[in-house]
């Protein structure tokens, strides 16, 4: 079977500043791929090559197969995305924001009340959604924004610093519905700080450092990702 996401040799420069430096890596449906690394390692220039916000200066990045700079309206219909400072109209309730999203994904009317009857009491925010969004906590953004990245049933979700803001019930959550979405044969991919988010929640972990993706390891349970994380980063 064809790997959801296949990333081959991107590059990406900022000026004089090679942020990303020969990127190589796939990820097979039913995974959680976790990308870690220090700050400015490259992580979020890698999401956005992989999503067509940047365009790579080299490589390619094929989603289904599909090359998301030759095809992407194609591409984009398979992924969700969220981004690290998630963006929601202000002016929008949540549930608001839900139904527009399932209206541009092309859902009728009792498709759009069904499933947002499913994801409604993920989190349990059913009052807030009732309400605009200007008036978010930072957390209950990211829970809205995730809860419009699952409507669609992507084939793969790209989330840049999934939990930042969340609370520890929350953090909870989130990771089991990634660990079900994947499950149903979905990918994901996620940067994070939390070593103990992706030891928990992801198959395999790909560590950044200086735009070059320098180990890649499964988790099992044995895995001491922070020793792995101390010990590959200090060598460079
Ligand atoms: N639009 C841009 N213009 C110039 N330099 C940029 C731009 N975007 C990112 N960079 C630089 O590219 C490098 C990689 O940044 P990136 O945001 O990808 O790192 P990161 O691993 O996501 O960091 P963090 O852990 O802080 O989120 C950094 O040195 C950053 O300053
Ligand atoms: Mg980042």
């Known amino acids: 079977m064809v790997d959801t996401l296949v990333v ?114 993920l989190f349990p925010i059913k009052d807030i959604l009732t309400t605009t969004t200007d008036g978010y906590s930072r957390g209950n953004i990211e829970k809205t924004a995730f809860l419009a990245a699952i409507l669609p049933k992507p084939t793969i979700i790209i989330i840049d610093e999934p939990i930042v803001g969340l609370d520890p019930d929350s953090v909870k959550i989130l990771g089991d519905a990634l660990i079900k979405f994947a499950k149903a044969g979905g990918s994901v991919l996620i940067s994070t700080h939390t070593l103990n988010f992706a030891k928990t929640y992801a198959q395999k972990v790909g560590i950044v450092q200086k735009g070059k993706l320098i180990k890649e390891f499964s988790i099992t349970s044995k895995t001491d990702i922070d020793g792995i994380y101390e010990q590959t980063t200090s060598n460079i």
């Open 8 to 121: 081959e040799s991107i590059t990406k420069r900022f000026n004089e500043l090679q942020a990303i430096d020969g990127i190589s890596l796939s990820i097979p449906p039913g995974t959680i791929y976790a990308l870690i690394g220090p700050n400015g390692s490259g992580k979020t220039t890698i999401a956005n090559c992989i999503v067509g916000l940047l365009k790579p200066d080299s490589g390619k990045v094929l989603i289904r197969s599909i090359d998301i700079q030759k095809e992407p309206i194609k591409a984009k219909r398979l992924f969700s995305y969220v981004s690290d400072n998630p963006a929601i109209y202000p002016y929008l309730t949540g549930y608001e924001f839900l139904r527009l999203t399932a209206k541009l994904h092309g859902f009728t009317k009792e498709e759009t009340d069904s499933r947002i009857k499913e994801l409604e009491n």
